[in-house]
């Protein structure tokens, strides 16, 4: 399964759903519910734009959260996947108005980000650069008329792995995973789990209000099929980290394999909400 393969969005979406702080989302739900009594056209209904929409995940988060409001709001969904927009666009729940954008995140400029008053991202900002955050930023400051959108990302993996049970080489296989982390995903050097960090960073100095909160996954063998996964994604993207011998990584594998169903896994993320700060 790739990186972005709807058959492994979908893999993940439990553990997903499950992992995203649900206080930040009611905060961001709260945010579009205070512009609309603030905005003189409060019949109109309010716009999120998601990046990196994959299968639709991050609309389907807010639609369960507070099912009721879901509606009032259109979304624009940007992706450069035409088969995972496709997926996101019938998945839409009912009521609520989506439209797609088959677009690529590194051409900013062409975002559409007209009247948006919410930015989102699940599992995208660890990818992107830091030129990537800066940029975005500024560009969203630069076109809101005085009214800076909220943003919020979730699901930012943060650098920390842990298994149970233990293996003498979990470490060094994770610091290979981090090192693999920050290459290049097609935005420049990745950010990896300094993502949050410099996006914290940015977006304080922006002038936002940033809050940030733990969204790890926590699986065990009810997951197995996921953990499974995780461990060839793992395996791949290390076998040519020139610190790890290859033979000691081909154990690691087979002892993680072997403790699928009966072993855990954590996985390290966290979400982030940055609300600009009034007047
Ligand atoms: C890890 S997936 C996350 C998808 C979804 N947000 C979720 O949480 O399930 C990253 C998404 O970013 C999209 N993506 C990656 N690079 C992109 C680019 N340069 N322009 C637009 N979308 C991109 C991928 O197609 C994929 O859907």
Known sequence: MSGFSLDWLDL??????????????????????????????????????DLGTGSGSTLRAFSSVIEAQADLHTWRLIDNDAELLAA???????????ETHLLDLNKIAELPIEGVELVTSSALFDLVSERFVHELADTLLANCKGKPPGFYSALNYDGNTDWTPAHPLDREVLAAFNRDQQTDKGFGPALGPQAVPVMEQKF???????????????????EHELVRELINGIGNAVKHDSLLEPNALRSWMEFRMAHADSGTCSIGHIDLLALPRPG
């Open 12 to 49: 993940r979406e439990a553990a997903d759903q499950c992992a995203r702080d649900k206080n930040l989302l009611v905060d961001a739900m709260r945010f579009l519910d205070a512009v609309r009594e603030d905005s003189e056209a409060a019949d109109e209904s309010r716009i999120v734009m």
């Open 88 to 98: 996101a666009k019938r998945r839409v729940p009912q009521g609520v108005n989506a």
């Open 204 to 222: 304080i100095k922006s002038g936002f209000t940033v809050a940030c909160a733990q969204s790890p996954w926590q699986l065990d063998g009810g």
